[in-house]
């Protein structure tokens, strides 16, 4: 699987949007972007993914870069539920189904 | 619909012992892959069933196993167990390919 570059920590003001970057400079023409976050004490949870267009759901929107060397996850309004640690992960539809998350970014959310 | 159910959520063991975990997947989806969590490594892939195959394995001893029975529910299996294996053991369950992961909660293992 390619790696995916993330900032170690991002804090955020509750209310507020946050842009969680991801540079994936390895990319593949078949690598799905997918997100995952993490709460404290639970297994990851799917939050968006997408291939090449930008992708809104009722959690997030996911941006991805033209030349799809990067995307950005953006909260639109940050709650303190939002605090997690937020996983960019690349996977390829041809190779299989193995997910390699990184250490991803972990988001402190203050009121 | 009941979500990923991993038993048991605790675990504690002793070197060289051998362990069994389970996981019972959403009704309905055929993959289970399994990840190991440490504060060191982050979340890293053990392997991926699908239909009762393995179909994706990660770069991990042979100590560690598993299977997936035909009713999709899966057990992974550590022999020999070391102190370097403590850390939480998430199974995942998918529809199938570019399907979105869905996580149990995990068991922590700990080894003594």
């Known amino acids: 699987d390619a790696k995916t570059t993330q900032p170690n920590s991002m804090e955020s003001n509750e209310e507020e949007p946050v842009h969680l970057p991801c540079n994936h400079s390895?990319?593949?023409?078949?690598?799905?972007i997918h997100w995952y976050r993490q709460l404290p004490s639970q297994g990851p949870e799917y939050v968006i993914h997408?291939?090449?267009s930008n992708v809104n759901n009722r959690m997030a929107s996911l941006a991805i870069a033209e030349d799809r060397k990067s995307s950005t996850l953006i909260l639109h309004r940050a709650t303190l539920r939002d605090a997690a640690v937020y996983y960019c992960?690349?996977?390829?539809?041809?190779?299989?189904?193995?997910?390699?998350f990184g250490k991803g970014t972990s988001l402190l959310v203050t009121p | 619909k009941a979500g990923v159910t991993q038993t048991p959520r605790y675990l504690i063991k002793t070197r060289g012992q051998q362990v069994t975990l389970s996981c019972s997947p959403i009704s309905g989806h055929r993959s289970v892959s399994w990840y190991q969590q440490t504060p060191g490594q982050g979340l890293q892939f053990l392997f991926e069933y699908f239909s009762e195959t393995q179909r994706n394995k990660g770069n991990f001893p042979g100590r560690f196993s598993g299977r997936q029975f035909s009713n999709s529910r899966s057990e992974m299996n550590v022999s020999t167990l070391e102190l370097g294996d403590s850390a939480l053991y998430l199974c995942?369950?998918?529809?199938?390919?570019?399907?979105?992961?869905?996580f149990g909660n995990g068991t922590r293992l700990t080894v003594t």
């Open positions: 995942a369950s998918s529809l199938g390919h570019n399907s979105p992961l869905h």
């Open positions: 992960i690349l996977r390829d539809s041809n190779s299989g189904y193995a997910l390699n």
């Open positions: 997408g291939l090449t």
């Open positions: 390895t990319i593949s023409g078949t690598d799905y």
